[in-house]
């Protein structure tokens, strides 16, 4: 067993932005006292551990930050994580098991929280989900033994908002969501949520419109990731497809008659579109995409609009402000996406298509 007890007080009373003063206060000790437990030179009695706990919301266990040798623990999240993976309902004695066992290890604890979340929802068995709360609320307490980068605060609350719902607590849920909602990564959950149980669509339309936009946001990311996978493995075949997926759904989006803040990448993708068909031998298609991404580019520059405004579906959306590397106009979108690509044929065309009516 391995204990840094004086990191951790250290550690703990930094995460929460307190001074050694405050934790001395709350305490009802001196604040040399509190140095001395940080420095390692003294170490707090057992009713401190306690308290010092209970002010650094966590358990005594994680306050230690202890770690047990041995597989058994071990050995148990997995078969934990087995039962939820097979939808094995074996798995809630399992874990009633494993929590007896390790009531204070993060893993069993969050495991088992999963099961019953699963079971819960995919049943309708309300005990399930206030147990799958209570185990939720726990884990919360001991994540700092947490090492799964994609598990956290926000994950976890994620959760406890479902098992709400799943209670048809919804207001319950709305409250978790929007209080735990950074750059709105839950607005379409919410408007969802809005929309679905709570019959307030006015709220709603506000939450998927912001979703809507953040995914097509996302979408242009993610495009341009396949975009460069596909090039430089010369498989343009896929890269034309996503292409062609991707600038239909913008297309679905688009107002007409109106630019809108995805306009300038549109002209990129129809560029690239026209690279990918040059390599597969044809010219008359990518003159064509080329010619799209002309017009679309003089048109966006005419009326330039980085706002979601020219967008179908989109109401009530905050104020986006869209950032780039394209260039200032969506002309020298196309110039530097054409330089990028360094394909001669397409830059031929490109010129050509550039004096054409």
């Not at 185990?135 to 709400?164: F, H």
């Not at 207001?171 to 839950?186: D, M, T, V």
């Not at 990518?286 to 109401?315: I, M, N």
Request: charged residues 25%.
């Amino acid at each position: 067993m391995k204990i840094n007890l004086s990191e951790r007080i250290r550690a703990h009373r930094r995460a929460r932005s307190l001074t050694q003063q405050q934790v001395a206060d709350a305490l009802g000790v001196t604040v040399g006292a509190v140095y001395k437990w940080e420095a390692g030179l003294s170490a707090p009695d057992l009713s401190l551990l306690v308290e010092l706990a209970d002010l650094f919301d966590t358990s005594v266990d994680v306050l230690l930050g202890y770690t047990v040798k041995g597989s058994k623990q071990t050995d148990t999240v997995a078969r934990l994580k087995d039962c939820l993976q097979n939808r094995d309902t074996d798995g809630l004695a399992e874990a009633e098991k494993a929590l007896l066992r390790y009531p204070n290890c993060f893993d069993v604890v969050y495991q088992s929280a999963m099961l019953y979340y699963l079971f819960g929802l995919r049943d309708g068995e309300k005990p399930l989900l206030r147990r799958s709360i209570e185990l939720l609320e726990r884990a919360i307490r001991l994540l700092g033994q947490n090492t799964d980068p994609q598990i956290g605060e926000l994950s976890i609350a994620y959760d406890l908002a479902g098992a709400y719902a799943g209670l048809g607590e919804e207001e319950k849920a709305l409250e978790l969501l929007k209080s735990n909602n950074p750059r709105g990564i839950f607005d379409d959950v919410i408007g969802q949520t809005l929309a679905c149980f709570c019959d307030r669509p006015g709220e709603a339309v506000e939450y998927l419109s912001t979703a809507l936009v953040s995914v097509s946001a996302m979408l242009i990311r993610i495009v341009n990731g396949f975009i460069n996978v596909y090039c430089k493995r010369e498989d343009y075949v896929a890269g034309a497809s996503i292409l062609g997926l991707a600038l239909d759904f913008f297309a679905g989006l688009r107002s007409e008659g109106k630019s809108n803040l995805f306009d300038k990448p549109c002209v990129s993708f129809r560029i690239c579109l026209a690279h990918a068909q040059l390599k597969l031998g044809n010219p008359g298609d990518a003159r064509e995409s080329l010619s799209d991404a002309k017009q679309l580019a003089e048109a966006f520059d005419r009326d330039p609009d980085y706002s979601a405004g020219g967008l179908r579906f989109v109401r009530a959306v905050k104020q986006q402000t869209a950032f780039d590397t394209l260039g200032v106009t969506a002309a020298e979108t196309a110039e530097k996406t054409v330089d990028a690509l360094e394909n001669e044929p397409l830059r031929r065309m490109w010129e050509e298509v550039q004096t054409e009516e």
